[in-house]
């Protein structure tokens, strides 16, 4: 009697994650770090000639760099789509990293792995506190909540609380960490070694342009965003510690929107 040997199905199969060559790398992180320079510094300021109201130039800069982290996502999309030929959830969560952190050692999964992002949250909250270069106060946002025409305008104004928060969810969920952590960063190491992280975190202040007196700064998050996620290869570190600086964000504007 013959024995029915099962091959095992596609879906167990791992997913090839392809390396980038050096010119894919710079040419994919400028695809993300000119169209939001441009935004910011181009679009922006015409975009806030033609609006009415107050804080026209905060307005202009909150839907312009919406705009610019969109493109983002569709752009990673894309990206990974044209790699794997398909979009299927299984293989996409392999394609970006999107699992629970994995021991270095044991190779387990999730657990008590997750409590490492009480420090590197605690980490980036310090980093907040750090002396930083000066913010031009027409592009500072925490300026524009805290000022007197920032609050009138958001006072009770639920259409405007809905895009910043989904600025902030395209921010630190679809946009930069999924292109950097998620995209860039798995796909780096022909190219860098042992040291791509050390190359994305560099990467990953460049790219802001947008807001180039935060780049020292940013520098830091190499340890706090892109090590651990290389570490633990897990996009999702990166996504989950990033994030908390938008929750912030968010109580501080639906504070501002009840008053």
Do not use: C
């Amino acid at each position: 009697m013959a024995t029915t040997q099962h091959q095992p199905t596609r879906a167990l199969e791992p997913t090839t994650v392809r390396q980038y060559s050096l010119a894919r790398i710079l040419g994919t992180w400028a695809a993300a770090a000119l169209p939001m320079a441009a935004l910011a510094w181009l679009v922006a300021p015409r975009l806030a000639a033609v609006l009415h109201g107050p804080a026209a130039l905060p307005r202009a800069l909150i839907l312009t760099l919406l705009a610019g982290l969109i493109w983002q996502f569709v752009l990673v999309v894309f990206l990974v789509h044209r790699e794997q030929r398909t979009l299927r959830w299984p293989v996409v969560k392999d394609a970006l990293w999107l699992h629970a952190p994995r021991s270095p050692k044991t190779g387990r999964r999730g657990g008590r792995l997750w409590l490492i992002v009480i420090p590197l949250v605690a980490a980036l909250g310090v980093k907040e506190l750090l002396p930083a270069l000066p913010t031009p106060a027409t592009r500072d946002m925490g300026l524009f909540l805290g000022s007197d025409s920032g609050q009138a305008f958001l006072s009770d104004n639920w259409v405007w609380l809905a895009i910043i928060v989904l600025v902030q969810i395209f921010n630190t969920v679809l946009g930069e960490e999924l292109l950097f952590r998620g995209l860039l960063l798995p796909r780096m190491n022909r190219q860098f070694g042992r040291w791509d992280w050390v190359a994305n975190g560099v990467l990953f202040a460049l790219y802001h342009m947008h807001v180039p007196w935060a780049i020292p700064q940013t520098l830091l998050d190499t340890f706090i965003l892109a090590y651990p996620s290389k570490r633990y290869r897990s996009a999702l570190i990166g996504i989950v510690v990033h994030s908390a600086q938008s929750v912030v964000f968010v109580v501080l504007t639906v504070a501002v929107v009840l008053k």
